[in-house]
């Protein structure tokens, strides 16, 4: 099972992703927790050069986060899948289409068409988005990166380039209101995987 998940800067990702993992081995599973951009040695260097480094164009943004992508891929998730273990994966392939097919502009079609291409056309099983007030995730980040410090009116793109998504692939992404307490938002999460199954 490759499980995703999702959400703009602050919602909480990160925490519901390290609780699935948790709960995924207390049942014995066998399951890898890793990270876009990173979960690589040459994907933590693109996580640095990206959030960390110079201004770049959104093709530039979009191609980097891509080379991250198909190392991750090739590196650590099919490996993982094919072995039988679950990967459970915070951030993937929608936070380009977010962030810069629709956020940035570059076109969702052009960017799924990137990223179909380095991934060999890996999708996720489910993906969880996590949607929450674009204000109040802004207020909960710490110690800003690049794409944060451009501040809310990124952060409000992003919020409505994900609404966009999950109507355009219903099947697969799932919505998680996440303004709730992180246990109870991860007891959703399990629950909307267990009906999936
Ligand atoms: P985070 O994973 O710590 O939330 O930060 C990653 C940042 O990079 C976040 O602002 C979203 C952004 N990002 C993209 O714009 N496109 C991508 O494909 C990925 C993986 C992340």
Request: proline share 4%.
């Amino acid at each position: 099972m490759f499980v995703t998940f999702e959400g703009a800067d602050g919602s909480g990702k990160s925490t519901q992703a390290e609780l699935l993992r948790a709960a995924l081995a207390a049942e014995g599973r066998d399951v890898v927790l890793t990270r876009e951009p990173g979960g690589t040695e040459l994907g933590e260097a693109v996580r640095t050069l990206v959030l960390n480094g110079p201004g770049m164009g959104a093709w530039a943004e979009a191609v980097l986060f891509a080379a991250s992508r198909a190392e991750h891929v090739e590196k650590v998730i099919r490996p993982a899948l094919e072995r039988g273990a679950d990967v459970v994966c915070d951030r993937y392939v929608d936070s380009s289409f977010a962030y810069q097919g629709i956020a940035r502009g570059l076109g969702v079609d052009a960017v799924v068409q990137l990223n179909l291409a380095v991934t060999g056309g890996l999708l996720p099983d489910v993906t969880f988005l996590l949607l929450l007030d674009p204000d109040v995730a802004t207020g909960r980040q710490v110690d800003p990166d690049r794409l944060e410090r451009e501040g809310t009116e990124l952060q409000a793109k992003v919020d409505a380039a994900y609404r966009e998504l999950a109507k355009r692939f219903p099947e697969r992404i799932v919505t998680i209101d996440a303004t709730g307490e992180p246990e109870a938002i991860a007891r959703e999460v399990r629950e909307r995987l267990r009906d999936r199954s």
